[in-house]
């Protein structure tokens, strides 16, 4: 016999309650937080899809490891441990523990940046693009024309445009320290990159000699995705795949938040023992010493073990096609979203969904608004608000204006997901009442997470 239900392949040994509120008090709650679900208390959320980051639910092995966690100073048996996972998954020669992938980031391009200097990607997430411009460098998205356009389906719409990478080394190549991608595509709806394109990447940094690097964070579910879909790829663990990945980088920033299947961590890795060193000597300036890196002893025990759990099959098989449910559910009652669905999260097109709410009036935070005021569900707005303002203070629309329901890491139930889909489902059926937003203040840099906004008449 035969079965197909996939189910959780775990059981739940500690529970934790949900808050529910009513109606008029998510209005409330709402309007005392501008109009933002960042400044939200969690505790006025009933589901939270704000992120899959640091928002999974650890195993009882990771738990146990923290007990036996050391927390020396330098050289402790936790760093040890971290490190050889590192490198076994990895290979890469230098492992720089941090507290977050952002850390990795802002040591890496302090590093290595100078200002006017250009480092492509296929969509570089929101603190990734930040903290190149904070550089005066120049953050470019070169994700292929499919990446774009949320209801083409192709199996790996988080692939780089090869051939724009390589227009880019030929005229500009002088100004471009290093070459980024990113697994899964975060800000092209968690879509995965397959090994083929990652080894065009590679020949192309072997012509031009240039390094590169993968932004790690969600490695093991593009693994999976290439196990799912690329020829040739279905007899491979998720593991080896996903070292064939890192074998073909020379370094990775990472947050552990997510494929770390932490609460918080992070890496920056690589094998140049010279930006090795410069980055080691900065993290001991602001992160702490290079055998914990901002990180209690304790942190370093659950992402080693996490980094092994987040490759078992079970837990991928269960964790793909927990989001790909959602996903079918919401395509069967005709709500737009990025197609097919992504790994970590589903992104509805609040563009295609809205067409009366222009993108400067925001449709993403308008629909993740009434998301949150229908039925408790808190998403994040990725589009215009994140990404629509230049570093010379100009506004423009951003590529695509979604809304991100990211589905924490073992930590919601089926029947969570279906009361997701059905609220999903009925706010998009009373789509033709949403009003835009205005913004009525916002700091220069990663705008989104501390804006005021009010809605328009
Ligand atoms: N790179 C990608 C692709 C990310 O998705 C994130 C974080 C980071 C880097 C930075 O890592 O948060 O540990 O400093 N993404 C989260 C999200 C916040 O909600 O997608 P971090």
Not at 71 to 77: L, N, Q
Not at 185 to 198: D, T, W
Not at 311 to 318: G, K, N, S, T, W
Request: glycine fraction near 8%.
């Amino acid at each position: 016999m035969e079965f197909h239900t996939i189910i959780e392949p775990f059981r739940i040994k500690s529970v934790e309650s949900v808050k529910f509120t009513r109606r008029e008090d998510r209005v409330t709650a709402l309007r005392a937080a501008g109009y933002n679900v960042f400044r939200l208390h969690a505790e006025d959320v009933l589901i939270d899809l704000l992120t899959d980051s640091g928002t999974g639910a650890m195993s009882a092995a990771q738990w146990s490891a923290i007990m036996q966690a050391d927390e020396s100073y330098a050289g402790s048996r936790s760093f040890y441990r971290f490190e050889s996972v590192v490198k076994d998954l990895t290979g890469f020669a230098h492992v720089i523990p941090t507290h977050q992938g952002r850390a990795a980031e802002r040591i890496l391009f302090h590093t290595v940046l100078k200002p006017g200097q250009v480092v492509p990607n296929n969509n570089h997430f929101d603190t990734t693009r930040a903290n190149i411009e904070v550089e005066a460098a120049e953050a470019l998205d070169l994700v292929i024309h499919q990446g774009t356009v949320p209801h083409v389906i192709h199996p790996f719409k988080g692939d780089i445009d090869l051939a724009a990478l390589e227009r880019l080394l030929d005229d500009r190549g002088d100004l471009v320290p290093l070459v980024m991608v990113t697994v899964t595509n975060n800000s092209g709806g968690g879509q995965p990159v397959s090994l083929e394109n990652l080894r065009g990447v590679r020949r192309l940094c072997d012509r031009h000699r240039k390094p590169f690097f993968l932004d790690a964070c969600r490695f093991a579910e593009n693994a999976w995705f290439i196990k799912l879909r690329e020829p040739g790829q279905a007899g491979r663990t998720p593991k080896a795949i996903a070292q064939e990945m890192f074998s073909l980088a020379d370094g990775c920033t990472m947050s552990a938040k997510k494929d770390g299947l932490a609460n918080i961590g992070g890496f920056l890795a690589m094998n140049d023992p010279a930006w090795a060193e410069a980055a080691r000597n900065l993290l001991i300036l602001t992160e702490g010493f290079p055998t914990y890196g901002g990180l209690a002893g304790y942190d370093l025990e659950a992402v080693a073990r996490g980094l092994e759990e987040v490759v078992e099959e079970d837990y991928l098989r269960y964790r793909i096609r927990s989001t790909e449910y959602l996903g079918e559910k919401l395509i069967a009652a005709d709500v737009p979203i990025i197609r097919p669905p992504g790994g970590h999260a589903i992104y509805l097109d609040a563009r295609a969904l809205l067409p009366h709410v222009p993108p400067l009036a925001y449709p993403g935070i308008a629909l993740a608004n009434q998301l949150y005021v229908e039925a408790g569900i808190r998403g994040v707005e990725i589009g215009t608000v994140m990404f629509g303002m230049r570093p010379d203070g100009t506004e423009r629309p951003g590529p695509m204006d979604l809304v991100r329901l990211a589905i924490p890491r073992r930590v919601y139930t089926q029947s969570h997901i279906d009361y997701v889909a059905e609220a999903v489902i009925a706010v998009a059926s009373a789509r033709a009442g949403l009003r835009g937003y205005r913004i009525v203040s916002a700091p220069k840099t990663l705008r989104h997470f501390t804006a005021m906004f009010e809605p328009m008449a």
